[in-house]
């Protein structure tokens, strides 16, 4: 059975967001991590080597792979800001209506900038993602 690739490392944050090329996505990442920290009560932890995530959690699928991942996270990409908020791209379509410019996938949600979105609205689907994940993997 393959083994996940993403998984926590020791990197360090700090020095990864530092890194970060763009200086709007620097300064986006360092306000999305203290927010998620704050709202999850989790540190930030490097997974892999792109995603910063906050929390964890054990998983095993029907086929009997399972893995451990983060609660929810985010990725400062070049092109944009991934965020992984379980639960949200598919139960929270008020709150997406309500967002500003933002594109979805798989459990992902896209943002170009932060200036694009509702910060309000962002803090609610962190909040309700980390509820999507208390209910599907209580700690």
């Given at each position: ?67 451990t ?8 990409r070049?092109?944009?800001?991934v ?57």
């Open positions: 059975m393959a083994e996940n690739k993403t998984r926590a490392t020791t990197v360090d944050v700090d020095a990864f967001i530092d890194a970060v090329e763009l200086e709007t996505r620097r300064t986006d990442a360092k306000v999305l991590r203290a927010m998620m920290e704050r709202l999850s009560g989790d540190p930030a932890t490097m997974w892999g080597p792109t995603i910063i995530g906050f929390g964890s959690y054990t998983y095993t699928y029907a086929s009997g792979h399972g893995g991942a983060c609660r929810i996270g985010f990725s400062p070049k092109a944009e800001l965020l992984y908020l379980p639960g949200t791209v598919a139960d929270q379509q008020d709150r997406l209506a309500r967002l500003g410019k933002y594109k979805t996938g798989k459990g992902c949600l896209y943002i170009k900038k932060l200036a694009d979105v509702d910060l309000v609205v962002v803090e609610e689907l962190v909040v309700a993602a980390i509820a999507h994940m208390d209910r599907a993997h209580p700690r």
